[in-house]
């Protein structure tokens, strides 16, 4: 029988994880709400344990959704069911970024990713490997401030960022800091531009180091908070 041509399969040998465990003790953007866990049902008193957790909208792994930039964009619970299973194409910055830690990607550096890896597919989520995972039990080294507040890591740059939108018809982008923009960047250009289309920015991400350049499959859990402004999110890459 004959597959209809709407129809879409997945071949995979590999599930991994992309989202870091959430604990109390997490990397905390300033001024974001704590994690919180507390018990409310115990099994020898209650007979089933359950816990009542709190965090912000944008803490731990998670998807920033536009009306958190803008006043008329839609909130997360608005996302196609759809659009949150997208192949991934991972670029690896991490020779670059461990030179210069507010390095920020460039269209050259899509250009020689491809060359060696092919065109990024139209509809793809880019994902940047920065290396930066590895700091995530570390806060002042993951925000890496300096004596004057500022924070210094990697992200994408606003003309690749255009480049992959315009140019390469990606459905997003994510990455393994707490922000697609750089450290030094307080304008969150990058952010701005994703959502204003509106697609996909996942933040905080891990075991990027796993992942091939082409052939992943990601599914993008998510919270549907009625209005979020984003959510944390269990993201599965299928390779």
Partial sequence: MTKPQTQKSINYTRVLHLSHIIDADIPQWAGDPPVEFATVAELPKDGYYLRRFSLGEHSATHINAPNSFYSSGIGIDQYPAQSLVVPAAVIDIRPSVAVNPDYVLTIADILAWEEQFGEIRSNSLVLLHTGWQDKWLDQNAFFNQDAEGIMHFPGFGSDATIFLLKERQIAGIGIDTHGVDSGEDTTFATNRLVLSQPRIVLENLTNLEQLPPQGTTL?????????????????????
Wanted: glycine share 20%; hydrophobic share 55%.
């Fill in 219 to 239: 599914v993008i859990g998510i919270l549907r908070l009625r209005g979020g402004s984003g959510s944390p999110a269990a993201v599965m890459a299928l390779f």
